[in-house]
Protein backbone atom coordinates (compact mmCIF):
# COMPACT_ATOMS: atom_id res chain seq x y z
CA UNK A 1 0.00 0.00 0.00
CA UNK A 2 1.22 3.29 -0.98
CA UNK A 3 1.47 5.56 1.81
CA UNK A 4 0.24 9.54 0.92
CA UNK A 5 1.39 12.53 1.74
CA UNK A 6 -0.55 15.68 3.88
CA UNK A 7 -0.83 18.78 1.77
CA UNK A 8 -1.95 22.12 4.00
CA UNK A 9 -2.71 25.40 2.05
CA UNK A 10 -2.50 28.23 4.26
CA UNK A 11 -3.90 31.67 2.76
CA UNK A 12 -3.70 35.09 4.54
CA UNK A 13 -3.23 33.15 8.16
CA UNK A 14 -0.49 34.83 11.20
CA UNK A 15 2.76 33.65 10.72
CA UNK A 16 2.90 31.90 13.28
CA UNK A 17 0.27 29.43 12.01
CA UNK A 18 3.33 28.99 9.20
CA UNK A 19 6.23 28.66 11.75
CA UNK A 20 3.89 25.76 14.07
CA UNK A 21 3.12 23.65 10.44
CA UNK A 22 7.16 24.04 9.69
CA UNK A 23 7.77 21.20 12.79
CA UNK A 24 6.19 18.73 11.09
CA UNK A 25 5.97 19.56 7.21
CA UNK A 26 7.98 20.97 5.06
CA UNK A 27 6.98 24.51 3.49
CA UNK A 28 7.19 23.69 -0.56
CA UNK A 29 6.07 26.93 -1.77
CA UNK A 30 4.59 30.19 0.40
CA UNK A 31 2.01 28.66 2.16
CA UNK A 32 2.25 25.36 0.93
CA UNK A 33 3.25 22.31 3.49
CA UNK A 34 3.86 18.56 2.42
CA UNK A 35 4.51 16.04 5.08
CA UNK A 36 3.81 12.42 6.31
CA UNK A 37 2.60 13.48 9.90
CA UNK A 38 0.89 10.85 12.13
CA UNK A 39 -2.96 10.80 12.50
CA UNK A 40 -2.50 12.15 15.77
CA UNK A 41 0.02 15.00 15.12
CA UNK A 42 -2.73 15.42 11.49
CA UNK A 43 -5.97 15.98 14.05
CA UNK A 44 -3.84 18.12 16.37
CA UNK A 45 -2.47 20.47 13.24
CA UNK A 46 -5.66 20.94 12.05
CA UNK A 47 -7.55 22.03 15.10
CA UNK A 48 -4.86 24.32 15.82
CA UNK A 49 -5.83 25.87 12.37
CA UNK A 50 -9.42 25.89 12.32
CA UNK A 51 -8.89 27.48 15.72
CA UNK A 52 -6.83 30.04 14.45
CA UNK A 53 -7.15 30.91 10.76
CA UNK A 54 -9.37 33.79 11.23
CA UNK A 55 -9.81 35.70 8.10
CA UNK A 56 -7.78 33.74 6.23
CA UNK A 57 -8.01 30.66 4.50
CA UNK A 58 -6.72 26.33 5.33
CA UNK A 59 -7.22 23.58 2.82
CA UNK A 60 -6.32 20.43 3.86
CA UNK A 61 -5.74 17.04 2.04
CA UNK A 62 -4.80 13.67 3.52
CA UNK A 63 -4.76 9.88 3.12
CA UNK A 64 -8.35 8.67 3.92
CA UNK A 65 -9.84 4.99 3.05
CA UNK A 66 -12.72 6.21 0.44
CA UNK A 67 -12.67 5.41 -3.61
CA UNK A 68 -10.27 8.54 -4.11
CA UNK A 69 -7.90 7.47 -1.13
CA UNK A 70 -7.78 11.31 0.22
CA UNK A 71 -10.01 13.58 1.84
CA UNK A 72 -10.25 17.59 1.56
CA UNK A 73 -11.36 19.75 4.89
CA UNK A 74 -10.96 23.64 4.37
CA UNK A 75 -11.56 26.38 7.03
CA UNK A 76 -12.26 30.15 7.24
CA UNK A 77 -13.56 31.82 4.45
CA UNK A 78 -13.07 29.46 1.66
CA UNK A 79 -15.96 29.15 -0.16
CA UNK A 80 -15.63 25.92 -1.50
CA UNK A 81 -16.20 22.66 0.33
CA UNK A 82 -15.87 18.86 0.42
CA UNK A 83 -18.80 17.46 -0.79
CA UNK A 84 -19.67 13.73 -0.80
CA UNK A 85 -21.08 12.55 -4.68
CA UNK A 86 -21.93 9.21 -4.16
CA UNK A 87 -18.48 7.82 -2.64
CA UNK A 88 -16.65 10.52 -4.73
CA UNK A 89 -15.25 13.60 -3.27
CA UNK A 90 -15.86 16.71 -4.92
CA UNK A 91 -15.36 20.16 -4.62
CA UNK A 92 -18.49 22.63 -4.12
CA UNK A 93 -19.01 26.34 -4.29
CA UNK A 94 -21.92 27.42 -2.86
CA UNK A 95 -24.25 29.62 -4.67
CA UNK A 96 -23.71 33.78 -3.89
CA UNK A 97 -27.18 34.94 -2.52
CA UNK A 98 -25.81 38.35 -2.73
CA UNK A 99 -26.42 38.78 -6.32
CA UNK A 100 -29.51 40.54 -7.68
CA UNK A 101 -31.77 38.38 -9.60
CA UNK A 102 -32.19 38.02 -13.50
Known amino acids: MVSLMTVIVLIAVAPGLRGHL ?22 RLWQLLADRVGDGQAVMIEPAKNEQGWAVRTAGRNRWRPVDFDGLLLSARPRSTDRPPN
Open 22 to 43: TRWMVEVNAGVFVGKPSHRIRE
